[in-house]
């Protein structure tokens, strides 16, 4: 039966399927955080499936070279799917916890900020100029008030409210 928490109540619910690909995130990210991240981000609206890829730096070394021609590894990538909404998103358990600790925020809600991030990509948000990325870090500053985690956005840390 599914959960009808605040986040997914009365709406039409995405498929999202968690894969641990990197042994760290077992125990360090739960995946019904996750899950949480990724409906808080859809603020109710449709949604299609959604892969989220638990991943290191290895693996997001390779998926950045491929697909952006950058060699290095980054913190997230979304790739979107045939239907609106849907894709996946593939996150590095070691760049997670590098920023984390260098921005002083907590390694867990810089992870489902990430996911939301991540999410909201796949929603057609971007931040390629300025008033998209202002819009887009509102949006996120909402998902992360739903599941009661800190804005990343907040006083000091970036341009959104």
Known sequence: ????S????GRSRPF???VIAAPGWRGFLPERLVERAVLAACEGGAAGPITVLLADDRTLKALNSQHRGKEKPTNVLSFPGHIAGSGDIAISLQTVRREARAEGRHPRAHA???VAHGTL???GHD????GEARRMEQAEARAMHRLRL?????PG????A
Not at 127 to 130: G, I, N, S, T
Not at 150 to 154: L, T
Request: no cysteine.
């Open 112 to 114: 489902a900020h990430l």
């Open 127 to 130: 931040h390629l100029e300025a």
């Open 121 to 123: 990509h796949l929603l």
């Open 157 to 160: 840390r970036g341009r959104a």
């Open 16 to 18: 999202i399927d968690v």
């Open 150 to 154: 800190p804005n990343p956005w907040g």
């Open 1 to 4: 039966m599914p959960d009808r």
């Open 6 to 9: 605040s986040l997914s109540e």
